[in-house]
């Protein structure tokens, strides 16, 4: 009965452990994850993944509360507008 009992306890332990990891990096397994579906997706052309994001604004600049600034053709000094 001592290794059943043993046994249990270790097979519980592992499925314990397995769940603490899972949680704890569930962003980087997720993203992971995502990499090998794509990769393994015989449709999947990262082309279009460029378009996607350049038309959803993905890889626009961010905006900011500065003024833009211009150089000045006489002093070649870049001057806040």
Do not use: H
């Not at 704890?24 to 378009?51: F, I």
Request: charged residues 20%.
């Amino acid at each position: 009965m001592g290794a059943v009992t043993s046994a249990v306890i270790a097979i519980a332990g592992i499925i314990l452990g397995w769940i603490t990891i899972e949680m704890a990096c569930k962003p980087c397994l997720e993203k992971g994850r995502e990499a090998m579906d794509r990769s393994l997706n015989p449709d999947y052309d990262p082309d279009d993944q460029d378009v996607d994001a350049a038309s959803s604004g993905a890889g626009a600049p961010l905006l900011s509360n500065r003024p833009p600034e211009i150089p000045d053709p006489s002093t070649g000094v870049t001057k806040s507008v």
